[in-house]
């Protein structure tokens, strides 16, 4: 059975003059295993995948999974609100070689907890691949309950849970629930601390495509048992992290500011858009204050 423990990085898709930068991509995927990070997320919501279309969204996975060549896990987002398309594009991570898949609860439709269910018993009956589920109701509008998570957790295939409820008390419970072969990855980088200390085994990560060692030390201190030092650096992050979920909606702050960063990706893709400029000079504010030896500005 996968174990997946550390830090992956929720990685956000170049855009360039309305397609897909793919060299840039490359150069992301690059730095960030050479920066440490345990594994990367292809088209997940950092990654803008409701905007790709399947041609994209199955390229984005195959390029970062021949750009990676080998160095880290690739945890391939193939969630969407129709089974059919989450078993569709679960079964084409499986067959270029992801290592997991990253299933979000469907989204709009609003299934119940039998429904949800279902759809996710249906891709691990079908797939041979390790599927991560994702609880993300801001995202989705339904929250997976802990007992909906422990009827799945016993399918070989159905091998964690990315957390991203706010909620200490879910993690817990699943954690109760489910036990120490289940892992469960934070979802939201200013709670990673916390649901680390009661149980989980890393982070997927938004903050990691601008300060992937940062979050690595502070992963690797909260696995090592060293949590003064963890709580050190996550005081420190702490203003970044809610400020790429405050600022703007998720990727539109981690994207401007790896612009600011000089580490342009590109544009952001409608009916996502750019922040207004007050917005943008906070950003940058934070950034000088906070990681001017990184940034340069």
Known sequence: ???????????????????????????????????GVDGLVPCGTTGESPTLSH???????EKT????????????????????????????????????????????????QEGLYRHFMT?????????????????????????TVERL??????????????????????????????????????????LMSVGASGVISVLTNLLPERVVELVKAASDGDFDTARQK?????????????LAVNPVTIKTALHLAGRDTGEIRLPLCEMPPEDRATLKTLLQKHVPEAVGV
């Open 1 to 35: 059975m996968l174990h997946l423990a550390g830090t992956f990085t929720a990685l956000v898709t170049p855009f360039r003059n309305g397609v897909v930068d793919y060299d840039r991509l490359r150069t992301n995927v690059d730095a960030q295993l050479a920066a």
């Open 55 to 61: 041609e994209e969204h199955r390229l984005v996975i």
């Open 65 to 112: 999974i021949e750009f990676a060549a080998g160095r880290g896990t690739i945890i391939a987002g193939t969630g969407s609100n129709a089974t059919s398309e989450a078993l569709s594009l679960t079964r084409h991570a499986a067959d270029v070689g992801a290592h997991a898949a990253l299933m979000v609860n469907p989204y709009y439709n609003k299934p119940s």
């Open 123 to 147: 891709v691990a009956d079908a797939v041979d691949l390790p599927v991560v589920l994702y609880n993300i109701p801001g995202r989705t509008n339904i929250t997976m309950t802990p007992e």
């Open 153 to 194: 957790a016993k399918h070989p295939h159905i091998v964690a849970d990315k957390e991203a409820t706010g909620s200490i008390d879910i993690a817990s419970e699943i954690k109760m629930r489910c036990g120490d072969d289940f892992a469960v990855l934070s979802g939201d980088d200013s709670l990673t601390l916390p």
């Open 234 to 246: 996550h005081l420190a992050l702490f203003p970044l992290f809610k400020a790429m979920l405050t």
